[in-house]
């Protein structure tokens, strides 16, 4: 069956999504920050067989409409999708910021089929104590550095992309104004998002699930990252995995899986995404933990 994308738009926030067809319980998959419901095209073939698997463009992204970054108003954005597609009790899988979303729903659906949460706990701009085997003066160093890589990125945000550029991207992660071609989200919606609590920490929340849940972490760097950025996130790395193994530890239906990948997981790795995804079947509930 091909794939069918539809607006929902009896709503403030429009929402774009793909239904991808499938039978069996539903799955509902969420990008991250700056991507789109593209970002998942070679892994919702794969999870068909078992799921009716449904994509969607997170607020302010792909062809979604715009509204300020509330976890509340983003997580009804989910349930319009939901109910407009009559998905009943998904399995929610996200990436990154949609990883984030997604533990958010769990606290929200504790009797919910559960979670698969991808790379999606930590921002790589957190609190220095989130940051695990590094020096002190070196983790500053890092800091400091990193954040001036994100200060420029969010000042070329706010202008409008050469030709050149704009043709880097899919049409659906591009607005056209007539001051120019911008990149979605925008510059104010990247910024409020850069400095949530949530965005920079969902580690602390993950006590709190009691569906199922999967986190999958990577284990590599992203190819080609900027002076020292790759110390900084390995050390990220290691602060996420010292403080979520001892939070699932004693919870059999919170699982971690490592996976030989960058945090471009989805893209390099859709095979083992999706088994992963499937494999959340066998995973026990957390009622009563």
């Known amino acids: 069956m091909p794939s069918h994308d539809s607006i929902i ?27 789109t419901l593209l970002h998942w095209d070679a892994v919702a073939p794969l999870l068909t067989g078992a799921h009716r698997v449904v994509a969607m463009d997170l607020r302010g ?7 300020p970054w509330e976890w509340e108003a983003v997580l009804d954005d989910v349930q319009a999708v939901i109910d407009h597609l009559d998905l009943d009790a998904p399995v929610l899988v996200g990436h990154s910021l949609g990883g984030m979303v997604a ?36 983790l500053a160093a890092l800091l400091a550095e990193v954040q001036t890589i994100f200060d420029a990125q969010a000042e070329a945000m706010a202008q409008p992309l050469s030709e050149a550029h704009a043709a880097m991207y899919p049409q659906r992660s591009l607005r056209t104004l ?22 920079q920490d969902s580690v602390a929340a993950v006590a709190g699930i009691r569906c199922p849940a999967l986190f999958v972490l990577a284990t590599e760097n992203l190819p080609g990252l900027p002076g020292r950025v790759g110390d900084l996130m390995t050390a990220q790395r290691a602060g996420i995995r010292r403080d979520l193994l001892p939070l699932t530890a004693d ?24 088994q992963a995804v499937l494999s959340l079947r066998s995973q026990p509930t957390g009622q009563g933990a």
């Open 103 to 138: 533990v958010q729903w769990a606290l929200r659906h504790p009797d919910g089929p559960g979670i698969v949460n991808l790379d999606g706990l930590r921002s790589a701009e957190t609190d220095p104590r989130h940051y695990a085997g590094i020096e002190q003066d070196e």
């Open 178 to 199: 007539d001051e120019g071609v911008y990149l979605r989200p925008g510059a104010a919606l990247a910024g409020q998002i850069r400095y949530d609590p949530r965005f």
């Open 61 to 67: 992204h792909g062809l979604s409409g715009d509204g």
């Open 9 to 35: 738009d009896d709503r403030p926030v429009p929402l774009a999504v793909r239904d991808h067809g499938g039978s069996g319980t539903p799955v509902l998959l969420l990008h991250g920050l700056g991507g």
């Open 251 to 274: 919870r059999p239906h919170l699982r971690v899986l490592d996976l030989a990948a960058s945090h471009n997981m989805v893209a390099e790795q859709p095979e083992q995404i999706a």
